[in-house]
């Protein structure tokens, strides 16, 4: 296009972007700060939490609790009000824990508490560990290096509030196992990816690439992992590792989803989810069911308003995301024709600590929006965080496809102290922080199902889905 055109071209659409701004009626901000007062009261997102880990517990997916959880999650939708509960199906491969163990052989022979690693397969091992202090060396190491030896990953997790230490350490435990495998190792044991000192590994999920032989991957508690320290310096270390998992076949769960209605005919709707899995050591109460607990008490308390929003507020409990945001890319696939629908979408999936920023990914005409809804959260100890945040786990399927994303970030501090291990139960959950919780995504899901004007949600051109 010719530079005169160009200019031609913003010159008239200038005035029309000026007009487009998104923005929230000063009677919805009011309504939205009695909203926020009265989830602060109210004990909704507790009692659905403690429900979820009380009477159906872990939940991996493709068991007998994951079909309980589908039903509880139906019903319990119901039991709050949401005018419209379905499901839809979410198909995947079956793993599964019978047994795990492993011990220091010889001469300082005694046991190491391990977990095995989700998409590990079975097998019994016996044989020398090499050790690693990173991803990057074991890269580094020549092929055939590690033939008849299992690699031990000593990568140590930095604890930090926004979760980064654990995505700088991803690749330990994704693709570490498969790196050693192609080098010649026979097992895999790592240091757990979590912050807590208490003798409990953490699990988590691992893939092998395509024509890598799968070996026996197992996460070390920390002390474990301080332990094979120590003894490596005293000399060579045999270790047995045996597990008894492994993939079992297809399972179809579902994504189970409940919606509030708007008033105002509109088909759009906002997006609060989480997800309804979880591994299998504890009872996973921060991850997820704290989640589940914050998004359906939030849509049943905008569901009790007289006046209900404009547009509908769809809170989704997505199947298997532990195993790879299964039931979110199926979700997303399936929902493909209607992306624009999606007016805001954002997720609880970071535990139950309190909120301290929010953030959205909506472009320049909705970034009014973004402060009016700041202004609403900034009492509940929330600062608007504008160079900050990002999708949650489930959402980033939708955010690929074009939804816009909205963040609300808690404070992870202590999050990976019970992450994907036997410590993540209902105790460490604190009703006060888990009602401030509920206080913000009612608030955001409210305001952004009022607004007037959209958040930029579109599908994306060239999508290739």
């Not at 901000?29 to 909704?44: G, P, V, Y």
């Not at 070996?215 to 045999?238: C, F, K, M």
């Amino acid at each position: 296009m010719r530079l005169a055109s160009l200019l031609l071209c913003l010159a008239v659409a200038s005035p029309a972007i000026a007009q487009d701004q998104t923005t929230i009626p000063e009677a919805a901000l009011e309504t939205a700060a009695q909203l926020r007062e009265q989830a602060l009261a109210d004990d909704t997102s507790w009692r659905v939490t403690e429900s979820l880990t009380t009477e159906i517990g872990p939940r991996l997916p493709g068991s007998e609790a994951d079909a309980r959880a589908v039903a509880w999650a139906e019903a319990k939708f119901r039991a709050l009000g949401f005018d419209r509960v379905w499901t839809e199906p979410v198909t995947f491969p079956r793993w599964v824990r019978n047994s795990e163990s492993a011990r220091v052989v010889g001469a300082h022979a005694q046991p190491l508490v391990v977990t095995a690693l989700g998409g590990s397969p079975g097998g019994d091992v016996e044989a020398e560990i090499v050790r690693f202090a990173d991803f990057a060396a074991l890269e580094a190491a020549p092929d055939g290096s590690l033939a008849g030896r299992i690699a031990f990953m000593d990568f140590q997790m930095e604890r930090t509030a926004d979760g980064s230490g654990y995505g700088d350490a991803g690749p330990v435990r994704s693709r570490g196992p498969s790196v050693a495998s192609s080098k010649g190792a026979v097992g895999y044991l790592m240091r757990s990816l979590g912050t807590s000192h208490a003798r409990v590994a953490n699990t988590g999920i691992t893939r092998f690439a395509e024509g890598v032989e799968p070996i026996p991957a197992a996460a070390l508690s920390l002390p474990d992992a301080d332990q094979l320290n120590r003894l490596l310096e005293r000399g060579p270390v045999t270790v047995s590792l045996s597990l008894d998992v492994g993939f079992d076949g297809e399972y179809t769960s579902h994504n189970v989803i409940g919606e509030i209605t708007g008033s105002g005919g509109s088909d759009e709707f906002v997006v609060i989810a989480s997800h309804l899995d979880s591994w299998d050591l504890g009872t996973g109460a921060i991850d997820d069911a704290s989640g589940v607990g914050i998004t359906m008490a939030a849509g049943h308390l905008i569901g009790q308003l007289e006046q209900r929003p404009r547009r509908s507020i769809r809170v989704i409990a997505f199947a298997n995301e532990e195993q790879g945001l299964i039931g979110a890319r199926q979700y997303a696939q399936r929902h493909a024709d209607h992306i624009g629908l999606h007016l805001l979408a954002a997720e609880s999936d970071f535990g139950a600590g309190r909120i301290y920023g929010f953030n959205t990914g909506a472009p320049e005409h909705a970034r009014a929006a973004t402060r009016q809804i700041a202004q609403a959260l900034a009492p509940l100890g929330i600062e608007h965080m504008d160079d900050q945040g990002g999708p949650g786990p489930d959402i980033i399927p939708m955010v690929q496809a074009g939804v816009t994303w909205a963040w609300l970030g808690q404070d992870g501090t202590q999050y990976f102290d019970l992450h994907h291990n036997a410590n993540d139960t209902l105790d460490k959950v604190d009703p006060q922080d888990l009602a401030q919780n509920t206080a913000a995504y009612v608030v955001l899901a409210y305001l952004a199902a009022e607004a007037e004007g959209d958040f930029g949600s579109a599908p994306r051109a060239g999508d290739d889905r």
